[in-house]
């Protein structure tokens, strides 16, 4: 089930909570976002009293002087202050994230789609006329193709650098065109694993948009149609 978000647009619905028979049952988690509902076992509405409460409950059993695990038990901690904080748990609801929760993949991630979500917004066209999901896999696509292209560049100019350096004959005890040769191939060998970082990021935030769809206006799906028979 989706659930507009802070922006407007349609995600799925994370770590939510459905009533069964009076119990309250916890749907998981999205994208490795901890979410701290379901850490404590509690409903998205929970008051101040019952939050504390599920944290105690949950704490006593997993505190590591109890033989449980410190890690989880951190995550726990982390949870209870969260939601203990008024502006922070405001935050987490709006956007599905708090720093202190989530994966740093994750908030890389979101931040390059809340730059997509921006474009989105300013974008004058009627909601229904575009796929403004698709329209940011492609950015993020084009984003991959161009870094690509970016680092077969920079290989180009280190093998060139590198020539240079083993080309160089005799040499002075002071090997100052040596040195600044060496230093400038390991500053393009750094700008290359940059890029490759920004590879990964980005399709990281590729893989966030799995699950997404989006409904079209359905004069828009049948003129696409009519293009793709084409």
């Given at each position: 089930?989706?659930?507009?978000?802070?922006?407007?647009?349609?995600?799925?619905?994370?770590?939510?909570?459905?009533?069964?028979?009076?119990?309250?049952?916890?749907?998981?988690?999205?994208?490795?976002?901890?979410?701290?509902y379901v850490m404590l076992g509690i409903d998205r509405d929970a008051g101040e009293q019952a939050i504390k409460s599920a944290y105690r409950k949950a704490a006593k059993g997993a505190h590591p002087d109890s033989g449980g695990d410190v890690e989880h038990f951190g995550k726990l901690q982390t949870a209870y202050?969260?939601?203990?904080?008024?502006?922070?748990?405001?935050?987490?609801?709006?956007?599905?994230?708090?720093?202190?929760?989530?994966?740093?993949?994750?908030?890389?991630?979101?931040?390059?789609?809340?730059?997509?979500?921006?474009?989105?917004?300013?974008?004058?066209?009627?909601?229904?006329?575009?796929?403004?999901?698709?329209?940011?896999?492609?950015?993020?696509?084009?984003?991959?193709?161009?870094?690509?292209?970016?680092?077969?560049?920079?290989?180009?100019?280190?093998?060139?650098?590198?020539?240079?350096?083993?080309?160089?004959?005799?040499?002075?005890?002071?090997?100052?065109?040596?040195?600044?040769?060496?230093?400038?191939?390991?500053?393009?060998?750094?700008?290359?694993?940059?890029?490759?970082?920004?590879?990964?990021?980005?399709?990281?935030?590729?893989?966030?948009?799995?699950?997404?769809?989006?409904?079209?206006?359905?004069?828009?799906?049948?003129?696409?149609?009519?293009?793709?028979?084409?």
């Open positions: 089930m989706a659930r507009p978000g802070a922006s407007g647009l349609m995600r799925p619905a994370r770590g939510g909570r459905s009533r069964e028979g009076g119990q309250v049952k916890a749907e998981g988690q999205v994208s490795g976002l901890i979410d701290p202050e969260l939601l203990k904080d008024p502006v922070r748990r405001r935050v987490y609801d709006d956007t599905g994230y708090d720093p202190e929760l989530a994966d740093p993949k994750d908030l890389e991630g979101v931040l390059m789609l809340e730059r997509l979500v921006n474009d989105v917004i300013l974008d004058e066209r009627e909601p229904g006329s575009f796929d403004p999901v698709a329209a940011m896999r492609r950015k993020l696509s084009d984003d991959i193709v161009k870094n690509r292209f970016h680092i077969l560049e920079l290989e180009r100019h280190r093998n060139r650098v590198r020539q240079h350096i083993d080309r160089l004959g005799r040499r002075p005890e002071t090997d100052v065109l040596g040195s600044m040769l060496r230093a400038r191939s390991q500053s393009i060998t750094d700008a290359i694993r940059k890029a490759e970082g920004q590879i990964e990021a980005i399709e990281h935030a590729y893989t966030m948009l799995e699950g997404y769809s989006y409904e079209l206006e359905a004069l828009v799906m049948v003129e696409q149609r009519g293009e793709a028979a084409e």
